[in-house]
């Protein structure tokens, strides 16, 4: 990191309705990757994103929504894991995508331009890949960059312990270039990095 550049603010979504899943637990790895790689972390998960049924007719809003949002609007990126519900993002995880649309009207409008690790964690194959694809999409469609490499996550065999360390290096490998991924993007996004590269 350059010695003026403003440490990036990378903003953790993930998990399922059950503390310490699967897709929370790689949530946390590259979280942990990450904060390595000098990103300052925020991690909303599991619990923490049983919102409300977003709802345009109201502008009122839950305390928990209300943060994810201003947590949204703060980041300089983002990085999503979302489990595999019937080869799909779970509708947990796609309501709280959907709470940045309160955004749309913000000096920066929904995820533009922001750079978003996408992860992926399913028991199977199919369902692993397809539900990475709709998040990708899901990133697209809200102006965001998804990383160049999602990370697709089979549980089929064990990949985390029992405190939720990674143990399978393929695994690991993925996480961990996910993140490095969107922390790089952030630095270079920043007005410091920009003017370090003559941009």
């Not at 059950?18 to 942990?32: F, I, K, M």
């Not at 309501?95 to 649309?101: G, H, K, R, T, V």
């Not at 990370?151 to 490998?173: K, L, M, P």
Request: hydrophobic letters at 45%.
């Amino acid at each position: 990191m350059h010695a003026d550049m403003r440490q990036p603010r990378l903003l953790c979504i993930g998990g399922s309705t059950r503390p310490g899943s699967s897709s929370e637990q790689a949530l946390r790895v590259s979280a942990a990757a990450a904060r390595a790689a000098g990103a300052s972390i925020d991690v909303i998960a599991s619990r923490d994103l049983m919102l409300p049924i977003y709802d345009t007719e109201t502008r009122e809003r839950s305390p928990r929504a209300v943060r994810l949002v201003e947590a949204v609007r703060e980041a300089d990126a983002v990085i999503v894991a979302s489990p595999g519900y019937h080869g799909a993002i779970s509708g947990m995880i796609k309501n709280a995508l959907d709470y940045i649309e309160d955004l749309r009207d913000a000096e920066r409008p929904y995820l533009d331009g922001v750079p978003v690790g996408c992860v992926a964690v399913a028991y199977g194959w199919q369902a692993t890949v397809s539900t990475l694809a709709g998040l990708r999409a899901t990133v697209h469609a809200l102006r965001g960059w998804p990383s160049p490499l999602g990370a697709a996550i089979n549980v089929s065999n064990r990949v985390f312990d029992e405190n939720g360390e990674c143990v399978d290096d393929q695994t690991r490998f993925q996480l961990e270039t996910v993140a490095r991924q969107v922390v790089a993007f952030a630095e270079r996004q920043s007005p410091v990095g920009l003017a370090a590269t003559g941009l």
